[in-house]
């Protein structure tokens, strides 16, 4: 079956850096595109960014555009978010998500058939 594991989040000040990382499996992760999500305490979840399934095309938030950077590596199924000038604001949960690209190119930040478990970041002030 299909999996998706984050990795790399934990505790920052703000202003630092984290990397996030997202290995799948169970599936052909370059024919799907893929997405970041991220979901604050008592918030609603929201898109922070998606990748094409070739990695030619990204798409951000406002929150993450000129901070936050998404990329992939096919050969290795995983899935990358660089996030800079970390902000408190920045505190949540954070998901990786898979779309078929077939479904992905009409609707990159709609709903995705496939999630990981998330991994937590908390940015301290």
């Known amino acids: 079956q299909v999996q998706m594991v984050e990795s790399g989040g934990g505790l920052v000040q703000a202003g630092g850096s984290l990397r996030l990382s997202c290995a799948a499996s169970?599936?052909?992760?370059?024919?799907?595109?893929m997405g970041w999500f991220r979901q604050a305490p008592g918030k609603e979840r929201e898109f922070v960014g998606a990748?094409?399934?070739?990695?030619?095309?990204?798409l951000y938030a406002d929150s993450a555009k000129g901070r936050f950077t998404i990329s992939r590596d096919n050969a290795k199924n995983t899935l990358y978010l660089q996030m800079n000038r970390l902000e408190p604001e920045d505190t949540a949960v954070y998901y990786c998500?898979?779309?078929?690209?077939?479904?992905?190119?009409?609707?990159?930040?709609?709903?995705?058939?496939?999630w990981g478990q998330g991994t937590q970041v908390t940015v301290s002030s």
């Open positions: 169970g599936l052909t992760f370059s024919s799907f595109g």
């Open positions: 998500a898979a779309k078929w690209y077939g479904r992905w190119v009409k609707d990159p930040n709609g709903i995705y058939e496939y």
């Open positions: 990748i094409s399934w070739n990695g030619d095309y990204t």
